[in-house]
C-alpha cells in the first residue's frame, strides 16, 4: 500500500502558476504509474498527467498539453505538477495517484486504472 498526501493548491488568477506536490509513504519507484488527476463538482474524474516511474515516460490530458508538467524526484518519493498559463476552467479539486502494476491504458489517464489515491489539493483560477 500507498498513502500519498498533497500539497500546494490555492487561489491563483488566470494565467498565474501553482506547482502541487504529493509525497508518497514509500518508495516511488516501487510503484509503476503516479499521476495527477481532478474533478469539478457536477462533472467527472478528469485525468491531467502521469509519469511511468521508473522510466519517466509521461502522459498528459489534451486540455493541459503545453502548460502543465509532471515530475517525479524519486529520492524524495514526492510527485510534483508544474501548472502555468492557468485558465479558470482549471479549477478543480486536484488528487494524486499511483498504481503498482503494468497497464496497456497508461497514456490514456484513466482513473480506474489507479489503486492509491491522495485526499486532494483545492486550485481556484479566477479572472
Known amino acids: 500500500q500507498v498513502q500519498l498526501v498533497e500539497s500546494g493548491g490555492g487561489a491563483v488568477q488566470a494565467g498565474g502558476s501553482l506547482t502541487l506536490s504529493c509525497a508518497a509513504s514509500?518508495?516511488?519507484?516501487?510503484?509503476?504509474?503516479m499521476g495527477w488527476f481532478r474533478q469539478s463538482p457536477g462533472k467527472e474524474r478528469e485525468g491531467v498527467a502521469v509519469i511511468a516511474t521508473r522510466t519517466s515516460v509521461t502522459a498528459y490530458g489534451d486540455s493541459v498539453k503545453g502548460r502543465f508538467t509532471i515530475a517525479l524526484d524519486n529520492a524524495r518519493n514526492t510527485l510534483y505538477l508544474q501548472m502555468n498559463s492557468l485558465k479558470l476552467e482549471d479549477t478543480a479539486m486536484y488528487y494524486c495517484?499511483?498504481?503498482?502494476?503494468?497497464?496497456?491504458?497508461?497514456?490514456?489517464?484513466?482513473?480506474?486504472?489507479?489503486?492509491?489515491w491522495g485526499q486532494g489539493t483545492q486550485v481556484t483560477v479566477s479572472s
Open positions: 495517484a499511483a498504481r503498482m502494476n503494468w497497464t496497456p491504458t497508461f497514456r490514456q489517464i484513466l482513473p480506474r486504472d489507479y489503486d492509491y
Open positions: 514509500r518508495s516511488t519507484p516501487s510503484t509503476n504509474y
